[in-house]
């Protein structure tokens, strides 16, 4: 069980890695290729375009010929990738090159997921998922800090040299510790006649599709506007600005890593609406805040609130996605995957072409989405009625 673990830990890691480790190199990149950073922050939302193309055929082949090859093809490209982004002399090339690497980031994404959904039951995932979770937020905090150690000895192309390394790293993994979980025979003989039984358009999917879209989103808005709301709102320096996401980073670990013990405890509803419960609390100290009825430095406050709402259900809510699906896992991964980067790219770029405030980006999504999630987690049957009900497999 270790070995699959491992495994998946590396392949989820490769994504946010991607992500962060660069950007403490943006004024060089911009520098050597002759592009401003403005130009350049487009590579971000290249990254994400192309793990959103690929989740749906990486999903699709994993479920067909294995989880294995998708994980090697995956890594390698990465790495293959993050190699070409370093050697890139245009901003051309580099975009084409972020491009390819969010393709192979999506590929080992996906995958790892549909690998936790083969082996471990529903319970033990619920908590794997959340380690996963907990280990995926420090990432935004540590890749930029490891990112500027790095170029205090070398120019920027070593950030992505650093990448390569990790790339064919988790490669050699998989490639000599990852066993196949899904095997082509097992396919064919048991549960390819699932196929037509495990829907995607069943309620209970498509509500934690809903929550756990909702969620990323959530906090893909709280990264994207925190420099604005922090140092901008509330007056903090870059020094201010750095300790206080490193301090809501070790939240949302704390969080994370406190899940598991919680399930001990609690039902996953229970919890699920717990997280819901918790940035609604964020919503009303935004808007009190704003009002003038709470100091600033409540907005604190708010962000561990966020935080901790996003590490406690966001691992138990992809574990109950995914439960209903055994022959079709990979594609349920890439659905919810592809429905979490593109909701949240979408929000924050119509947020920002409509000109709204941080804060209020911040608030509204916090606000209509817990009102959402709650109202489905209280409308939408639990999985063991619809089982009962035979609205989905009995053995998911």
């Known amino acids: 069980m270790f070995r699959y673990l491992l495994c998946c830990f590396g392949l989820v890691l490769m994504y946010p890695t991607g992500i962060d480790m660069y950007l403490v190199g ?5 520098n050597q290729l002759g592009a401003t ?6 590579a971000f939302s290249v990254y994400l375009a ?18 294995k090859p998708i994980t090697l093809f995956g890594a390698l490209l990465f790495a293959l990738a993050s190699y070409f982004a370093a050697r890139s002399q245009s901003s051309d090339l580099f975009l084409v090159a972020r491009f390819v690497q969010g393709v192979g980031a999506g590929c080992c994404y996906v995958v790892a997921f549909a690998i936790l959904r083969d082996v471990l039951d529903d319970k033990r995932r619920a908590k794997v998922l959340s380690m996963v979770n907990g280990v995926t937020c420090i990432i935004p905090v540590i890749a930029p800090v490891i ?6 000895r070398f120019p920027w192309p070593s950030l992505f040299y650093t990448m390569a390394v990790m790339g064919l790293l988790v490669f050699g993994l998989c490639l000599f510790v990852l066993r196949e979980t899904y095997s082509k025979a097992s396919f064919h003989s048991q549960t390819l006649p699932r196929v037509q039984t495990e829907s995607f358009k069943q309620g209970f999917f498509i509500s934690r599709v809903v929550i756990t879209t909702l969620g990323v989103t959530t906090i893909l808005s709280y ?6 709301l922090i140092m901008g709102q509330m007056g903090f320096d870059r020094g201010q600005y750095s300790n206080t996401m490193a301090m809501t980073a070790l939240v949302s670990m704390l969080a994370s890593f406190s899940t598991p013990f ?22 009303l100290v935004f808007i009190l805040t704003q009002l003038g009825w709470l100091g600033q430095l409540f907005n604190l406050l708010g962000f561990g609130l966020v935080c901790s709402g996003f590490a406690i259900g966001f691992g138990v809510t992809m574990s109950q996605a995914l439960s209903p699906f055994v022959a079709r896992a990979g594609v349920a991964s890439s659905l919810l995957g592809i429905a979490q980067v593109c ?44 089982v009962a009900n035979e609205q989905i497999p009995e053995s998911a």
């Open 147 to 152: 990112g500027h150690l790095i170029m205090l």
């Open 50 to 67: 192309g793990m959103a193309t690929t989740m749906l055929f990486a999903g699709s082949l994993a479920d067909r010929i294995g989880r």
């Open 223 to 228: 990264v994207n506007v925190s420099p604005m």
């Open 262 to 283: 919680l399930l001990n405890q609690f039902k996953e509803k229970s919890l699920i609406m717990f997280s819901q419960t918790l940035f609604a609390a964020a919503a």
């Open 37 to 42: 950073e403005a130009q350049l922050h487009i």
């Open 26 to 30: 943006l004024p060089q990149i911009a």
């Open 343 to 386: 909701t949240s790219a979408l929000y924050i770029w119509v947020m920002g072409q409509l000109e709204v405030s941080a804060i209020n980006i911040l608030f509204v999504i916090l606000a209509v989405g817990a009102l959402i999630s709650i109202t489905l987690i209280l409308a939408v049957p639990k999985l063991s009625e619809m």
